[in-house]
């Protein structure tokens, strides 16, 4: 079965572009104009992937995500935004939006994007269920490092005694940085571990998320825990 896509875009071209795009790339896509068409559709088809412009009349994307996560639905949703100041990509990650595109962009990267995002989600590829199921293995036990802690397996994570409110990828982001704590991290590393795909020196995705990740760990008297490595990546120590 082809993977679905909703998207929401009142640019007519645009819309138009994009759908026939991705369903060439195998999607089967509903193409709504604004925010009210697509929280109705998502309420009568819930689609395997939202694609959703910020900017559009009436509700706009920030407000269709902030309504869909608020309601505990939690499918992956990609922004497209003419926005490129780090505060408005910040305003799409507060909404719960996992990604985000600027315009005008290259149609091979709103398709990478969206294999990795449905790959984060388990429905990136089908496989076949074996006959005979294998035994499943030990649940892993808590991640800690430099005063943190985190349980893959609930998806929760700690920073003393404090717990954190983490979006799916910024939850993603620190487990790689707390396995890998003394470690810098290349840039290139860890595009390809969370997003599956390098989007190239240019793209400031990293940076905003990373940001976005400091904001939430760090706390007043205490030391910062993610470190920049100028020219090379990002390191987790607690100095």
Request: charged fraction near 30%; charge should be negative; include cysteine.
């Amino acid at each position: 079965m082809p993977h679905t896509v909703l998207l929401a875009e009142d640019d007519r071209a645009i819309r138009h572009a994009l759908e026939r795009a991705l369903t060439l790339e195998g999607y089967r896509v509903t193409a709504v104009a604004d925010g009210v068409e697509a929280l109705a559709q998502a309420h009568t088809a819930p689609p395997d992937v939202l694609v959703l412009d910020v900017m559009m009349p009436g509700i706009d994307g920030l407000q269709v995500c902030r309504v869909l996560r608020a309601e505990g639905d939690r499918t992956p949703i990609l922004m497209l935004t003419a926005l490129v100041e780090t505060q408005d990509r910040i305003a799409g990650l507060d909404a719960g939006a996992d990604d985000y595109v600027v315009k005008p962009f290259d149609v091979e990267e709103v398709f990478a994007r969206l294999r990795a995002l449905l790959r984060r989600t388990g429905q990136g590829e089908i496989v076949d269920v074996p006959k005979q199921a294998p035994l499943e293995p030990e649940p892993e036990r808590s991640l800690e490092a430099a005063g943190l802690r985190m349980d893959p397996q609930a998806r929760r994570a700690w920073r003393g005694g404090r717990e954190l409110e983490l979006t799916r990828t910024e939850f993603e982001l620190l487990e790689l940085l707390v396995r890998n704590a003394g470690i810098v991290l290349d840039h290139a590393t860890i595009y390809d571990r969370i997003w599956g795909y390098d989007f190239g020196p240019g793209s400031k995705n990293l940076a905003v998320y990373v940001g976005y990740l400091r904001r939430k760990l760090d706390q007043p008297g205490a030391p910062p825990l993610i470190h920049t490595v100028r020219g090379v990546g990002y390191v987790l120590r607690e100095d």
